[in-house]
Structures are given as C-alpha cells and as structure tokens.
C-alpha cells in the first residue's frame, strides 16, 4: 500500500489559515487522497478528498501538487473546534478499498 | 438517521471472558469494518465485510471473529479477552470503493 508522511503536530492560533502538509511519494495513478479528522474522543470523521484537482467544501479545501506526490489540507479560518488528529490517506478502491491510518498530525488551535 | 451506531459504549472485562461488540447501520452500505485504537496510535483494521456473508481480515485479527448475516449489522466477537485488547472499537461503513467511511462513536473496552 501507497504510504503517507505527515509532521506529528502542528499549532494555529484562532481564525488564522492552516495548511496541513502530506507526502505521498510513491501514490498510484488510482490512489484518491482522503483527508479524515478525529476529535477528542470522538470517531473519525470525513473532511474531503480528491484525485487530481484541487477541490474545497464547506468545511475545507483540498490542493494537490501536479505530481500528486504531496498534497496540503487548508483550513480556512481556524476554530478552536477544528482542534484534531487529521489523518491523509490513501485509498485505491476497486479491490484496495482498505483505509490504513497512521498516526496523523495532532493540530493544535490557540485562542 | 441513526447513521452507525455501537452498543457499548464501555466495558470492562475480566481475562479469559467473551463479550460481543455490536454495530448496527441504517445507511444501507455495503462495505462494514472494524478498527481499533491503542492510545495515541492511529486506526487498525480488524475485519471488514463487503456484504452480507462476505468477510475478510485485516490489520490484525488475531483473537477476534466477525459475521455479517444481514446488511445492517456486522458483530465483533472477543472469544478469550486478553489485556492486549484494551483498546477503543471503532465500527465504520461505506457505500462504494472510494467513497466515504462513516464511524460510529466507539466502544471503549478494558481488560483487566
């Protein structure tokens, strides 16, 4: 399975952008790039994912390097909610539809 | 909609006893898994299932079993609890391939 590198933490101070950084160098031509995020005590949860563009929802966008060798979630202005584990992930479908997680980076938001 | 729902939320089980983990969806998806989380690491996957009767292993499946009758439920059974499976059980499901996997809230469990 393609891997994923992300830093282990990260820090923000409120309703400042966030940029959360992903490597994905030996991703395959049909690897989609997740993106999930885990609160405190709570289930992961979905937040975007894309193939080839950029692509943003309401709770965040997504860019993707040409190479799609690296990838950057943007949190647009940061709360003190969006303080999570985001995980990036890889995830092929078709018969590799298994999502591995690793440990993700821990965002820390400031007031 | 309920979405994923995991019953329990805790539990503490003595070594050597079996308990069953339930997992009950009403989004009609096909794809179920299992994961766990040791504390400050990330998922692991269990089993998962791609249908009803259909399953297969993961990760690490070792002291686990699973089935998979109907397309709403999908049990994790603990035979001979061992404190290595104190642990945080997430449940999740998925309709396609590369869509999107929803998590129910967790069981967290405790071997003592």
């Known amino acids: 399975d393609a891997k994923t590198t992300q830093p282990n933490s990260m820090e923000s101070n409120e309703e400042e952008p966030v940029h959360l950084p992903c490597n994905h160098s030996?991703?395959?031509?049909?690897?989609?790039i997740h993106w999930y995020r885990q609160l405190p005590s709570q289930g992961p949860e979905y937040v975007i994912h894309g193939l080839t563009s950029n692509v943003n929802n309401r709770m965040a966008s997504l860019a993707i390097a040409e190479d799609r060798k690296s990838s950057t979630l943007i949190l647009h202005r940061a709360t003190l909610r969006d303080a999570a584990v985001y995980y990036c992930i890889l995830n092929s479908g078709g018969s590799n539809y298994k999502l591995t997680f690793g440990k993700g980076t821990l965002l820390t938001v400031n007031p | 909609n309920a979405g994923v729902t995991q019953t329990p939320k805790f539990r503490i089980l003595k070594i050597g006893q079996s308990m069953t983990l339930q997992c009950t969806q009403d989004m009609n998806h096909n794809y179920m898994y299992w994961y766990r989380q040791d504390p400050g690491m990330g998922l692991k996957l269990i089993y998962y299932s791609v249908g009803a009767g259909i399953t297969d292993k993961g990760e690490v499946p070792n002291g686990y079993n699973v089935s998979r009758s109907t397309t709403e439920d999908f049990p994790l059974r603990l035979e001979l609890a061992a404190p290595s499976q104190t642990s945080v059980y997430f449940c999740a499901n998925q309709r396609g391939s590369t869509d999107t996997q929803y998590f129910g809230p967790g069981t967290r469990l405790t071997v003592l």
């Open positions: 030996t991703i395959s031509g049909t690897d989609y």
